[in-house]
């Protein structure tokens, strides 16, 4: 007859019932211990160091440079453009930018105008120790303003922006207030012949003495049409020339004219030609000058 099979007799031993408990009291210390959640903050924790003096000189120069960027782009298309260096491959300034940069012509002059302003800003704002521009959008609406304006406004939108670079927007909204403040009534009429005051405003740069016909009248400026398109002006930059409405229409006619005839792909020398028609003097065209007019009107069949 078989035996009954025999059972495992659970060891009971002193030494087994020590290293059970000794391993659970392990387990109980440990996960009381190490909590998942500060385990890995633990790891993910990263010691910060301070910058030597080498690594707060190199940030501060990259900074730097990352502020002065578009002023520097603007500075050398104003050489490139003052020097002419883009006449070896281009007839044109305007078509030199368009196929070596992709800028459109008011991209380039935008930056050219900016660099202008900046370069105003850098001596008040190293004297206050504030914050430069970073942006060309910062600037555009200073240059509607005077040199001393413009260091008034920058320092103003500064102190909005509560002592960080201050917005485009932050920026107009000041502009907009100091041009309100010197605002002066506005007694231009349409069809009036003015001439051209730069009064170093960059976006007029080239403009200066030449004739403009106004075509609106508006608060703080007019529209005035030139030989080779319209632009706003502030009336600080305009003096009306005082002609008779007979000159006027002259001027008007004459203007039409170069209107028609003028554009970029011309050579050079025409466009020299017309531009020197544009800062006349008087409300008429000599017998040579419209006999050379004549000729480059049939010639482009206007």
């Known amino acids: 007859m078989n035996s009954p099979p025999s059972r495992r007799k659970k060891d009971t031993s002193p030494a087994s019932t020590d290293s059970t408990s000794a391993a659970n009291s392990a387990n109980e210390d440990i996960s009381q211990q190490v909590d998942p959640s500060s385990a890995t903050i633990t790891v993910s924790a990263v010691e910060v160091t301070e910058l030597t003096q080498e690594e707060q000189s190199d940030r501060l120069l990259l900074e730097r440079k ?64 504030h914050k430069l521009p970073t942006a060309e959008g910062q600037v555009r609406p200073m240059t509607k303003l005077e040199p001393q304006e413009q260091q008034e406004a920058w320092l103003r939108a500064v102190e909005v922006a509560g002592g960080k670079v201050p917005t485009g927007r932050i920026v107009k909204d000041v502009v907009q207030r100091i041009m309100e403040r010197t605002q002066v009534p506005n007694t231009y009429q349409i069809g009036e012949v003015c001439q051209i005051l730069t009064k170093d405003n960059p976006e007029l740069r080239g403009k200066g003495g030449c004739w403009a016909i106004v075509s609106a009248v508006n608060d703080f400026s007019c529209s005035v049409r030139m030989w080779d398109g319209e632009y706003a002006v502030g009336l600080q930059h305009l003096k009306s020339f005082n002609y008779l409405p007979a000159e006027c229409q002259q001027m008007r006619e004459i203007c039409d004219r170069l209107s028609r005839v003028y554009s970029s792909a011309l050579e050079e020398s025409v466009q020299k030609f017309l531009e020197s028609l544009g800062k006349l003097k008087r409300a008429y065209l000599t017998a040579l000058e419209e006999k050379f007019l004549s000729v480059l009107e049939l010639e482009i069949k206007v």
């Open 66 to 129: 990352v502020e002065r960027a578009f002023f520097e782009a603007g500075k050398a298309l104003a050489e490139l453009r003052d020097r002419r260096l883009y006449r070896s491959s281009h007839r044109t300034f305007e078509e030199y930018c368009r196929d070596r940069f992709g800028h459109s012509r008011r991209q380039s002059y935008l930056l050219m105008d900016a660099a202008v302003v900046f370069d105003n800003l850098v001596e008040i704002c190293d004297q206050f120790d």
